[in-house]
């Protein structure tokens, strides 16, 4: 139901934008957002957006530099990624669920807490020189 597009590698200080389009039934999720793993670390939360009123959370790591947004017509979430630092690098995941968007972002182990959850399949965001 979930499928994430956009990754792939690009220099510090670069710019990406992530697309995460969305088919079938979500109306029971609340909220749509991106999470990311990186390698030997727990699965963060990064920006989650409101389906009701498009209100947003983002994670002190990267407010500022990413911006959520949502194109309904096209049943797309985008991630703009601004000023990419090494440590941004990870594997993005685009989710749903049934939780206010802060709450959903700030859930440690979403995946498991919540089985009900949708994930998409997951997109490579690699940041180097």
């Known amino acids: 139901q979930l499928t994430e597009s956009g990754g792939g590698l690009v220099q510090p200080g670069g710019s990406l934008r992530l697309s995460c389009t969305t088919s079938?039934?979500?109306?029971?999720?609340?909220?749509i957002g991106w999470f990311r793993q990186a390698p030997g670390k727990d699965n963060e939360g990064v920006s989650c957006i409101n389906n009701s009123d498009d209100s947003t959370y983002y994670a002190d790591s990267v407010k500022g530099r990413f911006t959520i947004s949502r194109d309904n017509a096209k049943n797309t979430v985008y991630l703009q990624m601004n000023s990419l630092k090494p440590e941004d690098t990870a594997v993005y995941y685009c989710?749903?669920?049934?939780?206010?968007?802060?709450?959903?972002?700030?859930?440690?182990?979403?995946?498991?807490?919540?089985?009900?959850?949708?994930w998409g399949q997951g997109t490579q965001v690699t940041v180097s020189s």
């Open positions: 079938g039934d979500t109306s029971e999720h609340y909220a």
């Open positions: 989710a749903t669920a049934a939780w206010a968007a802060e709450d959903m972002c700030r859930m440690r182990s979403l995946r498991t807490f919540d089985p009900s959850s949708s």
